[in-house]
């Protein structure tokens, strides 16, 4: 049988070793979750869940989403809640506006940050059932108008 050809990363390569990438021309809407490190550089709106993963937002990035992930390196911006179960960095140019809830935090001098920080000491003995009370559950606005429109006819 002829060797594989080296420049094709195998799956053992890129599942050990690997980083998915979302490229600065791309735009998601929706929900992002899966079982690999990513890299975003492009937008993103609505929720990323990569539990045991590490996200990197890139400075390039445009995130109007709810994060949810086991380690997250801002380097662009966010608009949204960050839940990770090991650490947050908001890198110098990094810019987030949402809530924090991690391990460990750091900051760098000339990040940007509005929103609260909650210290999750317990973030390695988390189980999955506190994991789903994220941030992300909440109602919008216009369906809580909806429904109190509803309920006063």
Request: proline share 1%.
């Amino acid at each position: 049988m002829a060797p594989l050809d080296s420049s094709y990363p195998t799956s053992d390569r890129s599942s050990s070793s690997g980083t998915a990438r979302l490229g600065a021309g791309l735009h998601v809407k929706g929900e992002i979750s899966g079982n690999e490190d990513l890299s975003i550089d492009g937008t993103v709106e609505g929720l990323v869940h990569l539990e045991d993963r590490k996200l990197t937002i890139g400075a390039s990035a445009r995130v109007t989403a709810d994060v949810i992930a086991r380690e997250v390196v801002v380097y662009g911006n966010v608009k949204g809640n960050l839940r990770a179960r090991d650490r947050i960095e908001i890198k110098k140019d990094g810019s987030v506006v949402g809530d924090l809830t991690t391990a460990r935090i750091m900051i760098e001098d000339g990040a940007y940050f509005k929103g609260s920080i909650e210290i999750d000491k317990a973030g390695e003995a988390s189980d999955s059932s506190d994991i789903e009370k994220a941030a992300y559950t909440r109602t919008t606005r216009a369906a809580a108008t909806t429904a109190s429109a509803s309920s006063s006819d």
